[in-house]
């Protein structure tokens, strides 16, 4: 097995390089032979200058703080007598940052990223990151990047004094910038000794203040957002060792925090939803030059800005010319407002609107390679366009529908290609919500089902792949919860209540506020045409209130505003509803309501794992963080269900089952037998299933 660390010589220069990181058993190893190779180039004579380079992909997951090598090699790099410079090829993030920063110089390639985000794993920078930063590029940006957790550019970097050079290639620019540093006899700087960049906060705080409040302003219950201020702020007020303890110190207490425990779940959820399962190692996707989305709506719309967003040209269509134009001219408004807010470049709405190119008739999705469907949910009108897609889409073109819970299978059968055929089911907001459920039908291609994973992924989404079933995985859930709200409102409950509760537990919005959000009028139409009621909501729609986008929905609504208002004409609506269908209110306790609203869905979680609708719980708790903004600190209602406790949710299960009269709420075979078993679903693996 080679090494994962190697030492090499180039003249009067030693190039250290971390190249092959795999082939370490562990990360302390590459620690401790890294810290063997600085000290023979240090030790050798011959040697006037240290590269280190290709540290990107070594150390970027992590670094081992009590193996008693790291915090050696950080030292010794920082104290070497001769010019060590970070060449950067990549990417340096996280610990690979903090090693760079020990180094005297920085250098990088145009394409580089350099950022610290630990933050989204709940714990902040722990080997002097937070000491550090604030003495490269200043106490502002330093917060910015490490509260935020987002990488900066090269061009950032060398703007802000992170790097000192932009070079073409990584290793090559390092020696070259050393001959010169030591030609120029440039002095050996030592981050932890100049304050110079530090000195303005140090009198005068109010800048800093400022930043920090702005970057944790919408961090909620969040805690390493701010902790990681905090320790930035160690920076300021605190001799360099003494911050640096005191960083170390607030990793420690994170890291053991149940916070960041579920973050690390997630971020690990995250790279075991990249394994498709079924599908050979060796599948490629299909090449995507061109995306035409079928349907101008919010949906439609929303969908198209995310693929302008990544720089792919899109066709948006609409059988409707007022409603294309309705569509594009939100588009613009939403691209303006980002840029007012100085979210994106002032430039990036011309750009981006350049993009898309809207087209009336279905005929236009001739040169599409990937065709998005996403008219209102009407199963006959899904069949229909997918009957013209059949005709006018090129032969190889991906084939995908947005419906939230229709059958794939049967929209493929109106194809002569159904090994094309697939969903992608966004949720609204279609350009802001991160998931995309990807919908593997019965016939769907490997290559097909590969190709619609990597473009999510390359629009910036979490991609999950499901099966077929009324709803897939989030809407399905979903589904169950909804019948508990509405058994609840039946029974007397108000939507301010309800979502109250939904709120404290760090929901962005109870259930009701969502349904405004994604408006009531699609699952009216579906119950029109399925013959189904909802009395309470029928009415809100046959009154018109079908959400926010109208101003009222289960709530009123300001002109121009998203705040949710109790209207007393629900109230009243519901009252006599109530009255009407001979129903008592009754009061509820948050204990109740908490339980009815997470409980079932987490029983329903079960079913689909059981029916492999989803191959892993860390799928359906990423759909639930990404799609219906479930808390990332409670992990997904897989995770959270494990805290509990298996066996209390099913007590609690049972009873609600017996005390409503609803046999769907008694717990699936799944739970029962975890429970029986004395396990989680972490434990749960295909093998779990009844035999």
């Known amino acids: 097995m080679s090494e994962p660390v190697n030492l090499k010589r180039h003249e009067n220069f030693a190039i250290v390089t971390v190249d092959n990181p795999s082939a370490s058993r562990s990360i302390a190893h590459v620690q401790g032979v890294l810290l063997k190779c600085m000290n023979g180039a240090i030790a050798d ?145 030592k981050l932890r000794n100049d304050d110079s960049r530090i000195v303005a906060a140090k009198t005068d705080r109010s800048g800093f203040n400022n930043t920090v409040a702005s970057m944790t302003k919408r961090a909620g219950r969040l805690e390493a957002p701010f902790a990681a201020a905090e320790a930035v702020g160690f920076a300021i007020d605190l001799p360099f060792e003494e911050g640096l303890k005191k960083e170390r110190e607030v990793f420690r207490k994170l890291a053991a925090s149940d916070q960041s425990k579920a973050q690390r779940y997630v971020f690990f959820a995250e790279r075991e939803a990249r394994k498709i399962a079924d599908i050979p190692e060796s599948t490629k996707p299909r090449s995507v030059e061109r995306v035409a989305v079928i349907g101008a709506g919010k949906m439609g719309g929303g969908i198209a800005m995310s693929f302008a967003n990544a720089g792919i040209p899109v066709t948006l269509i609409d059988v409707d010319a007022e409603q294309l134009k309705r569509g594009m001219d939100v588009m613009q408004k939403n691209w303006e407002t980002s840029a007012a807010r100085g979210s994106i470049p002032a430039d990036a709405p011309a750009q981006r609107m350049a993009l898309i190119n809207g087209a009336v008739g279905i005929n236009n999705v001739r040169d599409a390679d990937l065709i998005i469907e996403a008219v209102y949910e009407s199963m006959s009108l899904k069949k229909e366009v997918f009957r013209q897609l059949d005709t006018f889409a090129k032969s190889g073109a991906v084939l995908a529908s947005n419906t939230s819970y229709y059958d794939i299978n049967e929209m493929a059968k109106m194809t002569k290609r159904p090994q094309d055929v697939l969903g992608m089911h966004f949720n609204l907001p279609a350009n802001v919500m991160k998931l995309c459920e990807v919908v593997r039908g019965a016939k769907t291609a490997p290559d097909a089902l590969e190709t619609a994973v990597s473009i999510s992924w390359k629009i910036g989404k979490i991609p999950v792949v499901v099966g077929v079933c009324h709803g897939f995985v989030g809407n399905r859930m979903w589904d169950q919860r909804n019948n508990q709200v509405q058994k609840m409102l039946y029974e007397g409950a108000l939507p301010q209540q309800v979502d109250g509760v939904m709120t404290k537990f760090g929901m962005a919005m109870g259930p009701f506020a969502m349904n405004d959000l994604s408006s009531l009028e699609g699952s009216w139409r579906m119950r029109k045409e399925s013959g189904e009621k909802a009395p309470i909501e029928d009415a809100l729609c046959e009154a018109g209130r079908f959400g926010q986008r109208w101003g009222k929905g289960y709530y009123k609504y300001e002109p121009g505003s998203r705040v949710p208002i109790p209207d007393p004409d629900v109230e009243k609506l519901i009252d006599e509803t109530l009255t009407r269908l001979g129903c008592k209110r009754r009061t509820f306790s948050e204990d109740e309501i908490l339980e009815r609203l997470t409980y079932p869905m987490i029983n329903e979680g079960a079913r689909i794992l059981e029916e492999s609708i989803a191959a892993r719980p860390g799928d359906i708790d990423l759909v639930w963080l990404y799609g219906f903004a479930w808390p990332i600190y409670r992990g997904g209602p897989m995770y959270w269900a494990d805290e509990v406790g298996l066996a209390h949710i099913a007590d609690r299960l049972a009873f609600y089952a017996k005390e409503t009269n609803d046999p769907s709420l008694e717990p699936a075979p799944l739970l029962k037998r975890l429970v029986a078993q004395g396990k989680g679903f972490a434990s749960f693996s295909p093998h779990t299933k009844a035999a």
């Open 45 to 189: 004579s011959n040697v006037k200058g240290i590269v280190l380079a290709c540290i990107d992909a070594a150390l970027i997951a992590g670094t081992d703080i009590d193996a008693p090598d790291w915090d050696e090699l950080l030292a010794l790099i920082e104290s070497s007598p001769k010019p060590t410079v970070a060449a950067i090829q990549e990417e340096a993030l996280g610990a690979a940052l903090e090693l760079a920063l020990t180094c005297h110089f920085r250098i990088a390639t145009e394409t580089a990223k350099l950022g610290f985000p630990e933050v989204k794993l709940g714990v902040v920078p722990n080997a002097g990151g937070t000491q550090r930063l604030p003495r490269a590029v200043g106490p502002e940006l330093a917060v910015k990047m490490i509260v935020g957790g987002e990488p900066i550019s090269a061009r950032e970097a060398l703007k802000n004094g992170l790097i000192d050079e932009i070079v073409q290639s990584a290793e090559a620019g390092g020696e070259a910038f050393l001959r010169k540093a030591i030609a120029d006899r440039r002095p050996l700087r």
